[in-house]
């Protein structure tokens, strides 16, 4: 609406210029045409033109004032807009009254010079006025040449016509008016359209502003600002409209940082009150959110309404302050840098006088810098030192730059290191004007490099005294280092080494698979792990080495090779293969013990085992009378028909199953993949016991005579519902002496009929569900001490008070809470009870460092979602993660291994700690030891029992505890009961016990009072 209102005014007055300047000049050659006829007539004619045309000054002025207010013209009252309108107005009245002294005097010739020198001047004032200076001077000159030639060519025809041309004359000087009138108006309308067209927003400098917004702002009486003109530059600079800041200005206003606007408010309403002129920079924040700096300009007039007109210009100076920024950080650091060298300058003269000394060189000579300038050297300098530099500064002065370093004696005997360099000076002509001197003091640095030497030499050292092999490679495999235990493996110096590849190492299959890992380490720029084995081609020696590679990187971090250390673990693998044999084989007979029987027996059982092999049996076989035997006849004896007993077994027994002897002289037999239907797999499993009667039941020599042996056979059938490993062996064990009850050398089935036993488990399931809903468990807590006797921390041992039975050990009821489930919730309430715990330990200061190890059932661990209720639980009690510690059983690797050690790195990293409880009773975690995140190995209590009287087991200890020294792994022993079987565990390297002889299992209050802890 505002640019369509300006737009209007401006044409209005352009029409108002134009009918001032034509009316005149046509009403003025009326009087000349009745002059001839009637004077008085042609004198009413000069009045009318002379009112006419003082009616066009005026609204050629009115007119000149609108167009000078929209066009950039200089504000109203101006002197330069005044002087305008008085020639325009002079200039007017003149040839009004030019007009009438004409019309009175026939012909007017008299008049004519001034007549035209009117004209000319009236055309010149109103295009000054019309015109602003920058458009004056980019219009065509030719126009305003073309106005003033058909003005004077009217004038001519006004004056000379009628004695020339005639009567036509008058007609001939209108025509030539109406011709100049039409060119200015042509002109005006020029100006009027582009006005028109760019409107408001389009001010003659503020249109081409780019880094500035130019504006007028006015303050009213109630003391409510308003836009009344801001440039186009406001959209870019600031994001908004101009349009929407006639309405409301305060988007803009806003745009003004809270920490900047009580500056700008306080410098504004000062710059009001004084009548000064407001410069301020401040930051403001645009539309799109991006900070940038503005420089705001402005004055301010009050007018005649009281209001008061600021108007200015805001310059975008972001880049300014952030080169004024950038410059004020660049001279700060440079200044710090200037504080901080260390070097000593000093400027001389030919004459070797001081022109300059800083003062870091006059501290060094006792003095301050204004001391020395203007003296010769030979002043400032010792002696002796000055003869020392002498030479130095002779050739100095000669034109030449010398570096030198010199030992320099203090006072106090002191011996500095200074390294010297003298520049010479040089005038315009080149001719030597003096020398500087820059003096450093590289004592430290000399020191340091010793330092270095020697630290190299101890690194060298240490290289070599590493028992691991430890070598560097270029990116082509060509070898840059070797320590002496690489050159003792391959048989090689290491300058034979050094620049070869592994072809000439280790032949062309093993050097294709370095190469390739070399290129994954350095391509991928991360370490690589693995166990692999290695062979040499001169001395033929083998191993299994666990190899770590990682990337060799330069100053700028580019690889630019490989560094790779290759430990020899073959004597652990032996030792592996040795605990596993030992744990998992029986020494006598060289069957599977029960331990890998439950293995076994575990995996057979499985749904997805079941599915595809089809149903299964497990035998239960025991001896006849070989008790008797055993004691009549002796040990060895009893375990010559052990060994005879095993070996007629496994003739018997079909290769792809499993002889296991469980115990003295029990023995099961696994039978998997029978039948696919239960009968046909109950007649194989049967054909094979009574084969095994038959087979046991042949003579054998034993202590000189021949001995008829019996034995008794019981059956459980899988295959069916599931049924777990432990009830699987009960029910074989239960077939096994109903056979005995039937007069031995025989074969039972498990009966239906013999489950006695588990009614009970059904009953004492029952009772399990009722003991978690009516809190009927508790913990108990066992101490763990270290070899001196320090409590270190306990384990949570869960009990059961039955309100009819008493108490209940876990053997009698964490099997079946397995096998029901009720497992999860009771593993939560024993880690929420546990983590209780330990934050009441916490707060006091006997008892904050002490450990709580919780156990945690395959069961348990494996549900989806064990960690986040763990994480949970820590959380809502506070518990310290790094005091609590999971002890978990190597069952949990008989499947899913890779989830399982996802969990296990996702507890670690939590801080909490890891046990593998009752190690060497499991298998298949021997594999994947050294890559499960483990704090601690515990020793299994029935290793632990026999370990003074059974070889086996005391091997079996003896091998864990080398092992887990080896992985760096802390060890506890379980179930130490007796100061012997202590000794022995100290005198191979344990350093945890847990066992009766230092505590039973016990309530939390009675725990604290038996071990001294105070409350």
């Known amino acids: 609406m505002a640019r369509k209102q300006g737009a209007v005014g401006r044409v209005s007055s352009a029409a108002a210029v134009v009918l001032g300047m034509t ?107 019309l015109l602003p200076s920058r458009t004056r001077h980019a219009w065509p000159v030719r126009r305003l040449v073309g106005v003033a030639l058909l003005l004077a060519a009217s004038a001519a025809a006004d004056s000379l016509g009628p004695a020339v041309i005639g009567m036509a004359a008058p007609g001939a000087a209108a025509a030539l008016r109406l011709g100049a009138c039409l060119l200015l108006m042509s002109m005006a309308a020029q100006r009027i359209g582009q006005t028109a067209q760019t409107g408001v927003d389009d001010h003659p400098i503020g249109a081409h502003l780019v880094h500035a917004v130019l504006f007028q702002v006015v303050l009213d009486l109630r003391n409510k600002w308003r836009v009344t003109y801001v440039s186009p530059a406001i959209e870019r600079l600031h994001g908004l409209r101009a349009a929407d800041l006639y309405r409301e200005p305060e988007p803009w206003f806003a745009q003004i940082v809270p920490e900047d606007w009580p500056r700008f408010v306080a410098q504004r309403d000062a710059a009001l009150r004084d009548g000064t002129s407001l410069d301020v920079e401040l930051r403001m924040r645009r539309a799109d959110g991006e900070l940038r700096w503005m420089r705001i300009s402005a004055g301010g007039s009050r007018v005649d309404d009281g209001s008061i007109v600021v108007e200015g210009l805001m310059f975008d100076i972001t880049q300014r302050r952030l080169a004024e920024q950038q410059v004020h950080q660049k001279d700060e650091e440079w200044q710090a840098v200037l504080s901080h060298i260390p070097g000593d300058i000093t400027r001389l003269d030919r004459s070797l006088r001081v022109r300059y000394m800083n003062e870091n060189h006059a501290r060094w000579y006792g003095g301050a ?68 001197v820059y003096v450093v003091d590289v004592t430290e640095h000399r020191q340091a490099e010793q330092a270095l030497a020697h630290k190299e030499s101890q690194l060298r050292s240490l290289f070599e005294a590493i028992p691991d092999m430890v070598f560097s490679k270029d990116r082509n495999g060509r070898y840059l280092s070797c320590n002496q235990a690489f050159e003792s493996f391959y048989g090689w110096r290491e300058e034979e080494i050094l620049g070869q590849g592994d072809d000439g190492l280790v032949g062309p299959a093993f050097a294709a698979m370095f190469r390739e890992q070399d290129r994954l380490v350095m391509e991928t720029g991360e370490s690589l792990r693995g166990e692999e084995p290695m062979h040499t081609l001169r001395h033929h020696r083998e191993g299994i080495f666990d190899l770590i590679k990682t990337p060799l990187r330069d100053a700028d971090g580019e690889v630019y090779g490989v560094l790779g250390v290759a430990r020899d673990v073959t004597e652990r693998k032996r030792a592996q293969r040795d605990i596993e ?26 749904p997805q085992a079941i599915a595809a092999a089809g149903h299964g049996a497990l035998l239960s076989i025991n001896l006849d009378h070989f008790k008797n035997i055993n004691d009549t006849l002796g040990p060895d004896v009893g375990d010559q028909l052990l060994r005879a007993a095993a070996e007629r077994m496994t003739g018997v027994v079909p290769v792809h199953q499993t002889v296991a002897r469980q115990s003295g002289d029990e023995f099961a037999v696994l039978l998997e993949a029978l039948a696919n239907d239960a009968a046909g797999a109950q007649a194989e499993a049967e054909q094979i016991a009574r084969d095994l009667l038959l087979a046991l039941a042949a003579p054998l020599s034993l202590g000189g005579r021949q001995h008829h042996g019996t034995a008794r056979i019981g059956i459980a059938l899988f295959g069916g519902p599931p049924v777990a490993p432990e009830e699987l062996l009960t029910r074989a064990s239960l077939a096994c002496e109903e056979a005995r009850l039937a007069g031995r050398n025989t074969v039972r089935f498990f009966d239906p009929a013999m489950q006695q036993s588990l009614a009970e488990r059904t009953a004492l399931q029952a009772d399990l569900h009722d003991a978690v809903s009516e809190g009927q468990l508790a913990l108990h807590y066992q101490p763990v001490v270290q070899q001196d006797g320090t409590l270190t921390g306990a384990e949570a041992l869960l009990r059961w008070q039955h309100p009819v039975r008493g108490t209940v050990p876990p053997a009698g009821f964490i099997g079946l809470a397995e096998e029901t489930g009720l497992i999860l919730p009771i593993g939560s309430w024993v880690l929420q009870e546990a983590c209780m715990q330990l934050v009441a330990w916490a707060a006091r200061p006997d008892t904050r460092g002490l450990d709580i190890a919780v156990n945690v059932s395959a069961r348990q661990f494996r549900h989806p979602d064990f960690i986040e209720e763990t994480e949970a639980i820590l959380a809502r009690t506070g518990a310290d993660p790094r005091r609590l510690k999971l002890e978990l059983t190597e069952t949990l690797l008989f499947h899913d291994t890779e989830e399982v050690l996802t969990k296990l790195a996702r507890l670690k990293a939590r801080g909490i700690g890891l046990a593998l409880d009752d190690f060497g009773t499991g298998f298949s975690s021997l594999g994947y030891l050294k890559r499960m995140p ?33 992985l760096d792994l802390h060890v506890v022993a379980e179930g130490v009961e007796t100061e012997s079987q202590r000794d022995f565990l100290v005198a191979h390297g344990c350093r945890a016990f847990q066992g009766y002889l230092f505590g039973k299992p016990m309530p939390m209050e009675a725990f604290e009072r038996t071990q001294g802890l105070g409350a």
């Not at 002065?397 to 360099?421: F, I, K």
Request: with cysteine; charged share 15%; aromatic share 6%.
């Open 369 to 436: 810098a204004a001391d020395f300038v203007g003296k010769p050297f030979l002043e400032v300098i010792p002696a002796v030192r000055y003869a020392q530099m002498q030479p130095y500064l002779a050739r100095a002065l000669a034109g030449e730059r010398v570096v030198y370093e010199a030992d320099v004696a203090l006072e106090n005997g002191e011996m500095r290191r200074r390294h010297s360099t003298l520049v010479p000076e040089h005038d315009m002509q080149g001719t030597v004007t003096g020398a500087v």
């Open 581 to 606: 044999r030992l744990a998992y084989y029986d020494s006598l007979t060289g069957l599977p013990n029960r331990r890998r029987l439950a293995v076994r027996l575990g995996q057979a059982v499985l």
């Open 23 to 129: 009316v005149p000049w046509t009403v003025s050659a009326q009087p000349v045409l009745a002059a001839a006829h009637d004077l008085p007539a042609a004198a009413a004619y000069a009045a009318l033109g002379f009112i006419l045309q003082l009616a066009a000054v005026c609204a050629g002025a009115v007119a000149a004032v609108l167009l000078g207010l929209r066009s950039a013209q200089p504000q109203p009252g101006s002197p330069a807009l005044a002087a305008a309108f008085a020639c325009s107005a002079v200039c007017g009245l003149l040839v009004a009254a030019a007009g009438a002294g004409i019309a009175g005097v026939a012909g007017g010739g008299a008049h004519q010079g001034f007549w035209i020198v009117a004209r000319l001047a009236e055309a010149a004032g109103l295009a000054a006025v």
């Open 934 to 966: 483990l704090d601690q190995l515990k020793i299994d209590r029935s290793f632990v029992r026999d370990v003074l009287t059974d070889p086996n087991d005391a091997a079996i200890v003896r091998t864990i505890l080398a092992l887990a020294a080896s």
